[in-house]
């Protein structure tokens, strides 16, 4: 039986992030042959191309989570209509120096849970056209646009009864998705 370790990237540095709880309730339903690693991103620096000869360790270690990585996992909110900046500036980082991309042809699903009745339908919608830029296979159907609401989150931070349907069959397409398009 092959093991697939999954990188998760959550675009939110909040300690008690919907997207987070969201990410941990999503890795529960995950069968064992399948690993979640949550990729730090807080501690990045701030992207500047005068550092790419000299990349930051914190950098390096992304790269290296993101390269030792079967396929990604992206659980991102919804800020001002777009993805957060903590999530571009890891984004850039591991895209770079250019021509040195720890993304490229790593398989992906994207996902989010907003407050908001759209969720993070447009963060979601500028995270695709980026990752399709850095060659990263990303999972187009179904798209998944969250709500939280009472009863989303059981008390234990597993997915609700109500939610458990849908996100297990999105969970059961994404891990086909890894096992297809995973180098």
Do not use: C
């Not at 939110?12 to 990410?23: M, P």
């Not at 992206?74 to 850039?92: C, H, Q, W």
């Not at 398989?107 to 979601?124: D, E, K, M, R």
């Not at 009864?161 to 996100?167: I, V």
């Amino acid at each position: 039986m092959s093991t697939y370790t999954i990188a998760v990237v959550i675009g939110s540095l909040r300690k008690d992030s919907f997207n987070r709880q969201l990410a941990t309730g999503l890795a529960r339903l995950a069968p064992p042959e399948f690993s979640f690693k949550l990729v730090e991103i807080g501690d990045l620096p701030l992207y500047n191309q005068d550092d790419d000869a000299n990349q930051a360790p914190q950098v390096k270690r992304l790269k290296a989570d993101i390269s030792g990585a079967h396929g990604l996992l992206f659980v991102t909110p919804e800020y001002n209509r777009s993805m957060p900046g903590v999530l571009k500036n890891a984004i850039d980082h591991a895209s770079r120096p250019y021509g040195q991309s720890a993304w490229a042809g790593k398989p992906a699903g994207v996902l989010g849970i907003s407050v908001g009745t759209i969720g993070t339908a447009l963060a979601q919608q500028h995270l695709r056209n980026v990752l399709a830029y850095l060659d990263v296979p990303t999972m187009g159907q179904p798209e998944v646009f969250l709500q939280v609401k009472e009863g989303f989150f059981a008390p234990d931070g597993t997915i609700g009864a109500d939610s458990m349907p849908f996100l297990q069959d999105w969970m059961n397409r994404f891990m086909a998705w890894i096992k297809q398009h995973a180098g």
